[in-house]
């Protein structure tokens, strides 16, 4: 049987080189935004390009475009995964149980998975709109609504939901199930709605973990690439496909101005989580898990 010693000693190298790997990533990403790129013969240290990338307004509209999609695909899943995990966890009879079952297939499924499955199932050449058009439904399969590659961006709306969803719930089901539940009870024997206990009562203890649900999904759908670049539109591109765009144009000019916006990016979400924890502290439930 290892010893935690022991343990932390096979751990080590592997820890160190993927700490080295990072750091040096970062430090090289940071020497680079601050103008120090010395193939092509820049070696003085200024913010000019941070300057450029927070005055550049198409960099500024993407900002905001890619914000308001990863803040709203984040607080709809949540909303959604937090009314299924308290029914769930309310529910003990088979049914429920199934259907809590079904709700973590998702998470075992790559977005790709998700992305692929829409454009053959919701596109207008896809499967559901050729059969409408069989059933005369639809005079031609291109009058099916435009969910993908739409400027709205309800193709990458929906996948989101379809994977962070079932996340939400497995995450906030396993923690109602571990709540005691006499809390609620004496709330509703002293006169308390369910509405209310729910309000008062479980929603604070189960708080700092959907608040960690939220970061975690919002961290991740502001940074992602792939279902954006598949499932997006070109008019309304999102960040990372933005810096990926600028990227590919192979012009090395443009490298220290592409490294402060991945920085930029980062520190963002960093400073995003940052006050989502402070928010998550102050509120009911955040500092001793109940209701103040």
């Given at each position: 049987m290892l010893t935690k010693r022991r343990l932390v000693l096979l751990l080590a190298p592997f820890c160190l080189f993927m700490a080295l790997f990072f750091f040096s990533a970062i430090l090289k990403s940071l020497w680079t935004s601050l103008g120090y790129y010395p193939l092509i013969g820049l070696h003085h240290l200024s913010l000019d390009y941070y300057t450029i990338a927070l005055h550049d307004t198409a960099f500024l509209r993407t900002f905001i475009r890619t914000f308001n999609l990863a803040f709203t695909s984040t607080f709809l899943a949540c909303l959604i995964g937090l009314g299924l995990a308290f029914l769930f966890s309310q529910q003990h009879n088979r049914l429920s149980r199934l259907l809590f079952?079904?709700?973590?297939?998702?998470?075992?499924l790559p977005h790709i998975f998700v992305v692929l499955a829409l454009l053959q199932l919701l596109s207008q050449t896809g499967l559901i709109p050729r059969l409408l058009w069989r059933l005369g439904l639809l005079a031609q399969p291109t009058q099916f609504p435009l969910v993908v590659n739409d400027p709205n961006q309800i193709g990458i709306l929906l996948t989101y939901l379809w994977k962070e969803v079932p996340f939400v719930i497995v995450t906030l089901t396993l923690v109602l199930r571990q709540i005691d539940l006499r809390y609620q009870k004496v709330a509703l024997n002293l006169g308390a709605s369910r509405r209310q206990a729910f309000w008062?009562?479980?929603l604070p203890l189960v708080q700092p973990a959907l608040f960690n649900a939220f970061?975690?999904?919002?961290?991740?759908?502001?940074?992602?690439y792939e279902v954006p670049y598949l499932l997006g539109n070109q008019q309304a591109e999102l960040?990372?496909?933005?810096?990926?765009?600028?990227?590919?144009?192979h012009d090395l000019t443009q490298i220290p101005l592409l490294m402060s916006l991945n920085l930029l990016l980062s520190l963002f979400t960093v400073l995003f989580a940052g006050l989502l924890l402070k928010v998550s502290r102050w509120l009911p439930g955040g500092r001793t898990g109940g209701s103040r």
């Open positions: 079952k079904l709700s973590q297939l998702p998470v075992m008062h009562i479980l970061i975690i999904i919002f961290s991740f759908t502001f940074g992602s960040l990372p496909v933005y810096i990926y765009n600028l990227y590919v144009q």
